[in-house]
């Protein structure tokens, strides 16, 4: 026969025994959440090892890329990939949101960059890609771009991306480092932003357009360095700016093809 003592004591052995069974669930919990962070620490030193191995490869292809296509030709495919979609826009992103001063690289037929455009560092370091194609991510574009910031155009060509490389499960384990660029770089848009006609100017007489290159006895100057104008002059020998930037002559109008530098005042 049960009496209350004997109620008590088997409601004590059945709190006891709930006691351990969640103590024993929470040990194995611990030890299951203890063992993912180890697991996750191991794969995300080895995506830093495999991203930061990538970088240093694509780094190097830019130097190289860079020293193939050295003097006037080398000037000309660089103003050629500034005049890209997107491009400008993007060096202005960077330089207002993350205060950094890029330019367009000279490796872009290489698969590595997934088909977008690669914008690099004045230390010749990939800083940012742009508008890659989700259908071209693999391999070592994914290895490279999983460790880098993507810009797009648009926020639908962002979500595009995103939403294509979840489709072919491409997407890296602490997801994409994305942004677009703002409509402010590329001015308002809409009806208020209709710009009233202007009144007409006389025109102005300016240099006469030879239509070839620069064959002036005494050149003027003038190159365009990250969208900035700098006097320059000529020069005997190749310097870094001239292996990169064109300049061009203010009195014939005409591309300079010779080496420049630029000059001190």
Known sequence: MWTALHYIRAEE????????????????????EEK???????????????????LERAAAGEVQARRDNLGAAGA??????????????????????HHLTVTVGMS??????????????PDGTPAAVLSPAAGLVRGEA???????????????EQQRFDRNTRRRRKVPIDGWRMEHLSEAASGPKGPAAV???PAPRRARPGPQ???????????????IIMGQPHRAEPSEQ?????AVYTASCRACGGAYEKPWRRSAT
Not at 76 to 94: I, K, N, S, Y
Not at 238 to 242: D, G, I, L, Y
């Open 142 to 156: 994914f290895r490279l771009l999983a460790g880098m910031l993507l810009l797009f155009e648009t926020a639908g």
């Open 209 to 223: 357009t030879s239509g070839g290159p620069c064959s002036c006895a005494k050149p003027e100057l003038t190159a």
């Open 13 to 32: 052995a059945y709190l006891w025994g709930e006691e351990e069974r969640q103590r024993q669930a929470a040990e194995q919990r611990a030890r299951f």
């Open 108 to 121: 872009t037929t290489e698969t590595r960059w997934g088909g977008g455009t690669p914008l690099i560092g």
């Open 195 to 197: 710009p009233a006609a």
């Open 36 to 54: 993912a962070a180890r697991r996750r620490a191991d794969v995300d030193r080895k995506n830093a090892a495999s991203r930061r191995a990538a």
């Open 76 to 97: 000309r495919l660089h103003d050629r990939l500034m005049r890209r979609p997107g491009v400008q826009r993007a060096v202005e992103h960077l330089s207002r949101e």
């Open 238 to 242: 190749m310097t870094p700016a001239s």
